[in-house]
């Protein structure tokens, strides 16, 4: 347990206020994102019946979790895998540790997995000796940064190419006035190809594991997932035990709403099935828990193991668009973080859930129907019941769930509320430590005759007749 | 997760039904001219409308941020003002989806069944219920957008939510397009409230972006009266 819950409002005003570039431009560029995936899910009649069967497929999964990790386990290790079994992030760091410590290995090449970020694994492994290479591009630059990813499919997408340029020229050395996207891309590559080479083994995640083949499925724009699995000889994968799917034909579904959610195209550029492998390597599957089989038990919660980790909900999100990925200080940023991160740290991410209007954006968008919104208020009772609240909110709450529950004192304190706020001084009502949410609004004036008053004074007779 | 209200049953004539007005707290102390032009609207039709003196507040404040037990008291109170009425309704999107959606922790008795599944927006109302076929008296010969609340559209399901794909439908639109003399302009860019503000203030002077939908369709429906009073307001 930490000392002090994140707070993502101060964060997201970091981000606001550092200039009037960088929140304008995520919040465009994610919306552009979000666009491109109506175009994409438009095109397809069925688009709506492909969620519907998508949500069924993994809530059967779900609830039929051990049967077919079993499966997966059986017939992954009938095609010379050898799969292990984390409990938790420790126990995962553990088994790839010994893994590479087995085959004498000081270099890995690891492509962008939320769920090693999640076991916070290079740290782990790079105090042990062991360099671990990115080969995500956007991941390399956050990790060049020492940040952590912003978005859960695009890292780096909070900053700007000149970010990047200035970030490169730094630690690469290429020309910091030169922002072209492929110059810097092409510097990148070149840096890192021979790193690439000289690795001694590769790390990768999985998108889907399927139970019927033992098969996992990874995919990428870049292709850096395949160079890491097919160029050294060791293989090493990290799964969340919740990426199970039952059968092969099922990735149609998947496949087909992925990509499109994630960022608008029909589908990723590589898509790579591993069954086992390959001819002279060796392949290592580590299944991990950390926290999955918990969260499976609460009733308000086990939907948000759905997740694909397409990130629709971030793209989308009207909050997440305007405070960035870093804000949330966790793992998972945006609304299926906000969902997830308080299973990990219930304190410390105390003040997530309100980080968000509720709007329910992120339940319609999101490919596999995780009704995220009304988790997110879910989530809240649970802050508000475990004594979360803000002192502020906590007493002003108790006073208003009393007056609101006696009519007399509520008309008598609103026959008071117009003279009062009329009459507050500007810099008590906007106060910064008093009225956070004061900081960049007005309030609406009070009317000089309420409502009620209009309607005792116009209506009264039918209220009496009652 | 847009829910359904129950229809009224069978035959019931509308002028029948004993309708109780729910006024959200806001609007009576900020925007009353709106909770005016509902009632008068509603009168229009020949229905008999009761306001009940005891409301104060559907709880959403306390209950939007969590805090179910300081928002029982008013929702307790909210089941206890309406729970004899045929149908409830109100013109604010976010509290009739507090009612209906959010009136899970309460013990689900008759009572509270009765009103999360009676207590309607103004909009669904007209359209589902009355299934309103025209407005004769009012005229408006102005162009409008419409901004519907996420509440109504995602919560009460007034329009269809922008990602979900299928045929387009908006309940506000359909009765706004009633209107004499109404043009209905298409809002093409979502991203941007200044393109909206812009647009309303550049063709139809009295207009100020940020509306919700109800406040707006009472206005117009009202006629040029209401809709001058309605603009003193802002």
Redesign the interface.
């Known amino acids: 347990m930490s000392t002090q819950p994140v707070d993502p409002a101060a964060n997201a005003s970091l981000f606001i206020l550092q200039d009037n570039i960088h929140e304008p431009m995520h919040?465009?560029f994610l919306?552009t994102i979000r666009q491109r995936r109506?175009h994409q899910?438009?095109a397809?009649p069925e688009?709506?019946e492909l969620r519907e069967l998508a949500s069924k497929i993994k809530e059967h999964t779900l609830t039929h979790l051990d049967q077919y990790l079993e499966e997966f386990e059986s017939n992954a290790t009938k095609r010379g895998a050898q799969v292990y079994w984390a409990r938790d992030a420790a126990e995962h760091n553990e088994i790839v540790h010994s893994i590479l410590e087995a085959h004498g290995v000081q270099e890995l090449i690891k492509s962008k997995s939320m769920l090693q970020e999640e076991c916070g694994m290079t740290p782990y492994l790079e105090k042990r000796g062991i360099t671990v290479v990115e080969s995500d591009l956007g991941e390399t630059i956050q990790q060049l940064d020492g940040q952590p990813p912003s978005h859960i499919t695009m890292p780096a997408v909070h900053k700007t190419r000149q970010d990047v340029a200035r970030l490169f020229a730094r630690s690469i050395g290429t020309d910091p006035k030169n922002d072209d996207p492929h110059y810097l891309t092409e510097a990148m590559r070149n840096n890192a190809r021979p790193r690439f080479l000289a690795a001694g083994a590769g790390m990768t995640g999985g998108n889907f594991a399927i139970a019927e083949t033992g098969t996992f499925v990874v995919c990428t724009n870049e292709g850096n997932a395949d160079i890491g699995a097919a160029v050294p000889p060791l293989h090493i994968a990290s799964i969340g035990i919740e990426k199970m799917i039952p059968r092969v034909e099922d990735m149609g579904v998947f496949h087909r709403l992925l990509t499109r959610s994630a960022v608008g195209e029909s589908s990723t550029q590589y898509t790579s099935h591993f069954s086992g492998p390959r001819k002279g390597g060796e392949l290592h599957i580590v299944l991990v828990d950390n926290g999955r089989s918990r969260r499976l038990g609460l009733a308000e919660f086990w939907h948000s193991l759905k997740c694909i980790r397409c990130g629709a909900c971030m793209n989308?999100c009207p909050v997440y668009r305007r405070s960035g990925g870093l804000a949330y200080g966790a793992t998972y940023p945006g609304p299926i973080g906000v969902i997830l991160d308080p299973t990990f740290d219930e304190f410390k991410y105390s003040e997530l859930?309100?980080h968000s209007?509720?709007?329910?954006?992120c339940?319609?968008?999101c490919p596999v129907k995780i009704?995220i919104?009304?988790q997110i208020?879910?989530?809240?009772?649970?802050?508000?019941?475990k004594g979360y609240?803000p002192l502020a909110?906590?007493l002003s709450?108790?006073v208003?769930?009393?007056?609101?529950?006696?009519?007399e004192e509520?008309?008598a304190a609103?026959k008071a509320?117009?003279p009062v706020l009329g009459h507050t001084p500007h810099f008590l009502l906007y106060n910064r430590s008093l009225n956070p949410w004061g900081r960049d609004r007005e309030l609406?004036?009070?009317?000089k005759?309420?409502?009620?008053?209009?309607?005792?004074a116009n209506?009264a007779q039918?209220?009496a007749a009652? | 997760?847009a829910t359904l209200t129950k229809s009224l049953s069978g035959e019931t004539s509308p002028k029948a039904l004993k309708i109780g007005l729910f006024?959200p707290?806001y609007?009576?102390?900020?925007?009353?001219?709106v909770?005016?032009a509902t009632?008068e609207l509603l009168e229009r039709f020949g229905l008999s409308v009761?306001?009940p003196?005891?409301?104060?507040?559907c709880?959403q404040?306390?209950s939007?941020?969590?805090?179910?037990?300081?928002?029982?008291?008013?929702e307790?109170?909210y089941v206890e003002n309406f729970k004899d009425y045929d149908c409830i309704i109100g013109p604010a999107g976010s509290c009739v989806k507090q009612v209906r959606c959010?009136y899970d922790?309460l013990d689900q008795t008759d009572d509270v069944t009765h009103v999360r599944e009676h207590t309607y927006e103004l909009v669904e109302f007209l359209h589902d219920i009355l299934k309103v076929e025209s407005f004769p008296w009012a005229e408006f010969p102005h162009p409008v957008a419409i901004h519907n609340s996420?509440?109504s559209v995602?919560?009460l399901g007034i329009a269809k939510?922008?990602?979900?794909?299928?045929a387009p439908f908006n309940k506000t639109e359909a009765l706004l397009s009633k209107v004499k003399g109404l043009v209905l302009v298409p809002w093409t860019d979502p991203?941007s409230a200044v393109a909206l503000a812009v647009r309303f203030v550049s063709q139809t002077k009295p207009c100020r972006p940020g509306w919700a939908s109800t406040r707006f369709m009472t206005s117009s429906v009202m006629g040029p009266n209401t809709w001058s009073r309605r603009t003193c307001?802002v």
Not at chain 1, 357 to 361: A, K, V
């Open positions: 919040d465009r919306w109506d899910a438009m397809m688009w709506e989308t859930p309100y209007s509720l709007c329910g954006s339940s319609e968008v009704d919104s009304d208020l879910k989530w809240r009772r649970v802050m508000a019941s609240l909110k906590r709450f108790a208003a769930g009393h007056v609101f529950g006696h009519p509520s008309h609103e509320a117009g609406p004036e009070v009317a005759q309420t409502f009620r008053e209009w309607y005792l209506r039918d209220n009652q | 997760m006024m707290c609007i009576d102390l900020v925007y009353p001219k909770g005016i009632l009761h306001y003196l005891n409301q104060t507040c709880g404040p306390m939007n941020s969590g805090d179910q037990v300081n928002a029982e008291a008013a307790r109170l959010h922790t996420c509440s995602r919560g939510p922008s990602e979900i794909m299928g991203m307001l």
